[in-house]
């Protein structure tokens, strides 16, 4: 078997054809879903039958496993693997959430631009999203290209975020939608330094690094902070930089993390399943040391 990589645009997003991630890719194949992954950012595997075990399995041929934090929430029991983040609305015993489940105000946080794991110090490298059920209407995923954001951005942008780092914790991204966690979660999860631009070794290329994690930024008042991450917020999500993913059921779609921004799209959560699972993989380092900085400690001890 030889996978076919069909680009959705010149250089952002691609679904890869013919490629059964049940069983282990030839070298061959291999290399060439490891090349489109670089390129694209966003790869599409259409029509995927795995097991839990096999999607962690395929996983892990991208590096170690980033293990979901969801499990660490005040009492979420889980109703996949630990590898595995549970991004669907249902239950363990597969019944819908409800309105008022505080696994689903946690959620609700998805429908906000991201990347994943920004809010621990080291964070996602690529994250591997397999939809085996889906709503008949909404529940798109979205995803911005980073790299053609930064390479519209003007200079005077360039110029505040080049070099600088930003404080990201998932209090944050929860706050801005009114969810609270609590004193015990926050304790374990504390706000981490992140480079707010990365240079990708593999590419030669540029991409800012952003998501609604990010609350603060050193050496910045926080009000002057939180204009700029927005005005950033606002470039990097135009449409022009954006993949609207339609799923269809049993669509792989895996994205990396260091140089592109997601978001789900809402959809009626309380009357359709949405059965996403999510695996992912661990970045080789903090952001700050892969880009050269060292953050400031006192930053953090003035929070
Ligand atoms: C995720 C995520 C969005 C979605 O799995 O990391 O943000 O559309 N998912 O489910
Ligand atoms: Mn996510």
């Given at each position: 078997?030889?996978?076919?990589?069909?680009?959705?645009?010149?250089?952002?997003?691609?679904?890869?054809?013919?490629?059964?991630?049940?069983?282990?890719?030839?070298?061959?194949?291999?290399?060439?879903?490891?090349?489109?992954?670089?390129?694209?950012?966003?790869?599409?595997?259409?029509?995927?039958?795995?097991?839990?075990?096999?999607?962690?399995?395929?996983?892990?041929?991208?590096?170690?496993?980033?293990?979901?934090?969801?499990?660490?929430?005040?009492?979420?029991?889980?109703?996949?693997?630990?590898?595995?983040?549970?991004?669907s609305?249902?239950?363990?015993?597969?019944?819908?959430w409800?309105?008022?489940?505080?696994l689903?105000?946690?959620q609700?946080?998805?429908?906000?631009?991201?990347?994943?794991?920004?809010?621990?110090?080291?964070?996602?490298?690529?994250s591997l999203?397999?939809?085996?059920?889906?709503?008949?209407?909404?529940?798109?995923t979205?995803?911005a290209?980073?790299?053609?954001?930064?390479?519209?951005?003007?200079?005077?942008?360039?110029?505040q975020?080049?070099?600088?780092i930003?404080?990201h914790?998932?209090?944050?991204?929860?706050?801005?939608?009114?969810f609270?966690?609590?004193?015990?979660?926050?304790?374990?999860?504390?706000?981490?330094?992140q480079?707010?631009?990365?240079?990708?070794?593999?590419?030669?290329?540029?991409?800012?690094?952003?998501?609604?994690?990010?609350?603060?930024?050193?050496g910045?008042a926080?009000?002057?902070?939180?204009?700029?991450?927005?005005?950033?917020?606002?470039?990097?999500?135009?449409?022009?930089?954006?993949?609207?993913?339609?799923w269809?059921?049993?669509?792989?779609?895996?994205w990396?993390?260091?140089?592109?921004?997601?978001?789900?799209?809402?959809?009626d959560?309380?009357?359709?399943?949405?059965?996403a699972?999510?695996?992912?993989?661990?970045?080789?380092?903090?952001?700050?040391?892969?880009?050269?900085?060292?953050p400031?400690?006192?930053?953090?001890a003035?929070?």
């Amino acid at each position: 078997m030889t996978v076919e990589i069909w680009p959705v645009t010149e250089s952002f997003a691609a679904e890869v054809g013919d490629a059964d991630l049940s069983t282990p890719l030839s070298a061959e194949d291999w290399q060439t879903v490891e090349n489109a992954f670089h390129e694209f950012a966003v790869l599409i595997f259409p029509g995927q039958t795995l097991t839990q075990q096999q999607h962690v399995d395929f996983t892990k041929r991208f590096g170690p496993i980033d293990p979901s934090m969801i499990t660490d929430l005040d009492g979420v029991k889980p109703r996949v693997l630990t590898y595995i983040a549970d991004v669907s609305n249902l239950l363990p015993d597969g019944s819908l959430w409800s309105e008022d489940s505080r696994l689903r105000g946690f959620q609700m946080g998805n429908q906000l631009w991201h990347t994943d794991s920004s809010f621990k110090e080291v964070p996602a490298k690529a994250s591997l999203l397999y939809m085996q059920s889906i709503p008949p209407v909404g529940g798109q995923t979205e995803f911005a290209d980073m790299r053609a954001a930064w390479d519209a951005l003007p200079d005077d942008l360039k110029v505040q975020a080049e070099g600088r780092i930003a404080r990201h914790a998932i209090a944050y991204s929860r706050a801005r939608q009114g969810f609270e966690m609590s004193e015990t979660e926050n304790t374990s999860m504390p706000a981490v330094p992140q480079a707010m631009v990365r240079h990708h070794g593999y590419s030669g290329r540029t991409g800012l690094y952003l998501a609604s994690h990010a609350g603060r930024i050193d050496g910045v008042a926080d009000d002057e902070a939180a204009a700029l991450l927005q005005q950033l917020m606002d470039h990097a999500t135009q449409r022009q930089f954006v993949y609207a993913h339609r799923w269809r059921a049993d669509d792989l779609v895996m994205w990396d993390n260091r140089c592109t921004m997601h978001r789900g799209l809402a959809y009626d959560d309380l009357r359709w399943p949405r059965d996403a699972q999510r695996a992912t993989v661990l970045d080789v380092a903090p952001t700050c040391e892969q880009e050269g900085l060292t953050p400031d400690a006192m930053a953090v001890a003035a929070e």
